[in-house]
């Protein structure tokens, strides 16, 4: 089946540090790979979404990037501030599936003044 | 405005008893989720349904069932509760080639 890998359980950084986090994933279908953001007490809302055909999503300062290659996407941020503080899931959705998500583990991101 | 209303937000259940977890949806959207989240695990989707009338099992969906009676609404059902099933429920809903849309959650302590 479909699965996603999220290593990086916790992210600590100062403001205006560089944020990148790393997934990987496993499918035997054309992927659209989504990122996620879940704000305290929240639930998870879409930041980024990512298909094969652009490779890439910008929003909210945040980029998205995806390498079919080594099967892996990455968010990334130049420089963060402590209003980025939450968890960042990764996740994955294939055609056909009534898209269903399948997701990454997540990843804390906590910013430091 | 695109909604996920989930209820209630916060329940404690017994062991053995039934739960009953409910969302309404006002997006119109024809697919729904329900989803658990647990420190180290993600998101994990126990049931989903494709319209009124349909149910279909996810991932993980031993212990639970689900009713869809409408397009606005989805219930997840524990039967018999088990503290196993401790954790945060997600509700999401979902139209064609649009990403999901996330509920508050509900956080369910079984004790």
């Known amino acids: 089946g479909d699965s996603v890998t999220q290593k990086q359980g916790q992210v600590t950084l100062s403001e205006d540090d560089f944020l990148f986090i790393n997934c990987t994933y496993s499918?035997?279908?054309?992927?659209?790979l989504l990122w996620y953001v879940q704000y305290l007490g929240q639930g998870p809302q879409l930041l980024l979404k990512v298909t094969t055909a652009n490779n890439k999503g910008i929003s909210r300062g945040f980029e998205a990037t995806y390498d079919k290659g080594t099967t892996s996407f990455h968010l990334q941020k130049a420089s963060v501030q402590e209003s980025d503080s939450a968890v960042y899931f990764c996740a994955l959705v294939v055609s056909g599936s009534f898209n269903k998500l399948t997701f990454g583990a997540g990843t804390r991101l906590a910013v430091c003044p | 405005e695109a909604a996920v209303t989930q209820s209630p937000r916060n329940k404690v259940a017994v062991t053995g008893g039934k739960v009953t977890l409910s969302c309404n949806q006002t997006?119109?959207?024809?697919?729904m989720y329900w989803y658990r989240q647990d420190t180290g695990h993600g998101l994990r989707l126990i049931h989903y349904?494709?319209?009124?009338?349909?149910?279909e099992k996810g991932d993980i969906p031993d212990g639970y069932k689900a009713s869809r009676p409408s397009q606005e609404n989805f219930s997840l059902i524990l039967e018999l509760a088990t503290p196993s099933q401790t954790s945060v429920y997600f509700c999401a809903s979902g139209g064609t080639g649009k990403a999901p849309l996330f509920g508050e959650g509900t956080r369910l302590s079984v004790l």
């Open positions: 997006n119109n959207h024809n697919n």
């Open positions: 499918t035997t279908t054309y992927p659209t």
């Open positions: 349904s494709y319209g009124a009338g349909s149910t």
